[in-house]
């Protein structure tokens, strides 16, 4: 593609001059597919002449807008809003084409989908229009997203009945990053107003149009349509990171403000700030204090065991499940284990009935109205699902650990003097011996809320630390475990 710039004069004179350049080698331009873009006819008409050789070569001229590579340039917001919500069906045909064959994916296929929109033409379209003009794309894009994800919980009135706090809670909890606990389907209303700061700073320190010098003394109109979209932006991202604020504890140490105080400083702000990503940088900060925000929540309302559930999903690589490729059937789960997972990721509870909340396996009565996720820590199935559970975590490693070429030891026996403890996998790696002993915890059971409330990690940690005594016995057996041997207790908590 080849864009002129200039007077109508300039550009039919070097058009003609490519013509004139292609002929040389036999090359023809094809008109049909040019075009002609002038925004001044309200101040200064076209000239008669310019506008018959235009019509003479059957090129349309565009007075309010264009599209250009999938974005639409107008001579302001409203011609260029107008132009968009135009063509609405075209890029609804665009999304109708993603959307209905995701019905034909498994329930963990469509996430992985979809976790990637924010790399597709949607956030190009973000970074290369104002906010105001994509607002209509990014929330119809957002909706279609959630409807889309809520059939996967068992929620599908929750846009319906987004005002109830719990649907509140999961939509916001749906669009946080993967790092935040969240399920990384990023809201593209929350970042539409970075991605177009950040086109902006990117274009002034990176395309070649724009010298040192220029960057160095900008010539910034106040009352141009770049301010105007400039200070739109920060107004948009600085009224959102308030209404967030207000709801944190103002006790907290929240992460510093990245932006300007005014769109005049714009440019030298972030040259200043020498951000790697711009985009990137604000997004986040805005999703730190959305995390502050829930933490404050859960902490003054519902109480520990959601202060604990979200503290639970901080850790690194809690959320590596939801990033998982299924390529093998070890990988791959099934719509009815997404379901749970997702719930149990959530909050949501297990449903059950009312009139019979008592545990059908241990008979703990209301068990169920106290904590619907009781199962997963009913000692009754300690000697059952539980131990699967714990089983399916060594059988996991070792699967792993074969695939690597490495031989492994199941259960090892007399790795204790006096006992009959020992490890549940021994592995011969080139390096030396490793002896690893796995446990399971689940942070919302009754019994680890205290502590799972505390800190990310607490439960695992203080699992590992019962676990020690029994490693220690491991290493003193040195007829069984050479110099170069290790013991590692691995703790695998639910989330």
């Known amino acids: ?31 049909s597919k040019c075009t002609f873009t002038y925004f001044h006819s309200e101040t200064q008409a076209l000239d008669m002449s310019v506008v018959t050789q235009l019509e003479e070569q059957s090129i349309p001229i565009f007075t309010e807008s264009f599209e250009l590579i999938g974005a639409v340039i107008g001579k302001d917001n409203e011609a260029t809003k107008s132009a968009l919500d135009n063509s609405r069906a075209k890029w609804r045909l665009e999304q109708d084409a993603l959307f209905t064959r995701l019905e034909y994916l498994t329930s963990q296929t469509q996430k992985l989908v979809l976790q990637r929109l924010g790399a597709s033409a949607i956030n190009y379209r973000l970074r290369a229009m104002p906010p105001s003009v994509t607002e209509n794309l990014a929330r119809i894009t957002d ?6 994800a809520a059939g996967a919980i068992g929620i599908p009135n929750l846009l319906a009945e987004s005002n109830v706090p719990m649907h509140n809670r999961a939509i916001q909890e749906i669009q946080a990053p993967l790092s935040k606990g969240g399920f990384g389907l990023i809201s593209t209303q ?15 320190t990176r395309a070649p ?14 009352g141009s349509l770049l301010a105007f979209n400039i200070n739109d932006s920060i107004t948009r991202i600085r009224s959102r990171e308030s209404s967030i604020s207000d709801s944190i504890d103002p006790t907290l140490t929240t992460p510093p403000s990245l932006l300007p105080h005014d769109p005049a400083t714009f440019f030298h702000h972030f040259a200043n700030l020498r951000l790697p990503n711009v985009q990137q940088a604000l997004s986040q900060r805005t999703q730190n204090l959305q995390l502050l925000a829930r933490l404050n929540a859960a902490k003054r309302s519902k109480g520990s065991q959601d202060q604990a559930r979200l503290l639970s999903l901080q850790a690194k690589h809690s959320s590596r499940w939801l990033q998982v490729v299924p390529t093998t059937t070890e990988s791959r789960l099934t719509d009815t284990q997404y379901y749970w997972a997702s719930r149990l990721r959530l909050g949501l509870n297990v449903p059950y009935s009312v009139d019979n909340s ?27 699902e539980v131990t699967d559970r714990h089983n399916f975590v060594v059988d996991a490693i ?12 199941k259960e090892p026996t007399k790795q204790g003097k006096r006992d009959n403890s020992r490890p549940d996998l021994k592995a011969f790696e080139p390096v030396g011996t490793l002896l690893t002993d796995v446990s399971v915890t689940h942070p919302l059971a009754p019994s680890n809320l205290a502590k799972a409330s505390k800190s990310t ?10 676990k020690l005594p029994n490693t220690a016995r491991w290493q003193k057996t040195k007829m069984l475990l050479s110099s170069h041997s290790l013991v590692r207790p691995l703790e695998v908590f639910t989330n």
Do not use: K
């Open 209 to 222: 149009t724009f010298t040192v010098a220029s960057l160095q003394s900008p010539r910034y109109d106040p």
């Open 143 to 148: 909706d279609r997203v959630l409807v889309q």
């Open 358 to 384: 008592d545990c059908p396996s241990c008979g703990e009565t209301n068990a169920l109205c106290n904590d619907s996720w009781h199962a997963l820590s009913c000692l009754t199935h300690r000697s059952r």
């Open 190 to 204: 929350l970042i539409a107003p970075a991605a177009y700061l950040a086109s902006i700073h990117n274009s002034l």
């Open 1 to 31: 593609m080849l864009n002129f710039t200039g007077s109508p004069e300039q550009c039919l004179a070097a058009l003609d001059h490519l013509r004139n350049s292609l002929r040389s080698i036999n090359l023809t331009v094809n008109t």
């Open 457 to 466: 990690l607490a439960c695992a940690e203080s699992r590992a630390q019962i």
């Open 398 to 409: 070792e699967r792993h650990y074969r695939m690597a070429g490495v031989r492994t030891w």
